[in-house]
């Protein structure tokens, strides 16, 4: 079992930064993909960003490369979202998600999810 929780959330200005971060509990958490999906109010949750047990090979939504990135620390079992030049659209829900996936954007291959932290970003 692998239990995760989000930090990081909070009001932002538009071009501005905030840094997320997954904390996990369980043993096999540094074998596992992770990956960051976001949900705006009323909208489906969509895939932002993802990387390998090794934190190799990040992966990104096309609306976030360059902007957003990904990295783990397997040593105190943290996965770190960086995100810069917010934009308005940005706001959403955003939760962290662990598992031995085959497709890192699907959320359907994710078996541990998080509660979610709100990221909020005014003009």
């Known amino acids: 079992q692998v239990q995760l929780v989000e930090s990081g959330g909070g009001l932002v200005q538009a071009g501005g930064s905030l840094r997320l971060s997954c904390a996990a509990s369980?043993?096999?958490?540094?074998?596992?993909?992770v990956g960051w999906f976001r949900q705006a109010p009323g909208k489906e949750r969509e895939f932002v960003a993802a990387?390998?047990?090794?934190?190799?090979?990040?992966y990104y939504a096309d609306s976030v490369k360059e902007r957003f990135t990904i990295s783990r620390d397997n040593a105190v079992n943290t996965v770190n979202l960086q995100m810069n030049s917010l934009k308005p659209e940005d706001t959403a829900v955003y939760s962290c998600?662990?598992?031995?996936?085959?497709?890192?954007?699907?959320?359907?291959?994710?078996?541990?999810w998080g509660q979610g932290t709100l990221v909020t970003v005014s003009l």
């Open positions: 998600a662990a598992g031995w996936v085959v497709e890192k954007d699907s959320e359907a291959t994710y078996d541990y």
């Open positions: 369980g043993r096999s958490f540094s074998s596992y993909t």
């Open positions: 990387i390998g047990w090794s934190g190799s090979s990040p």
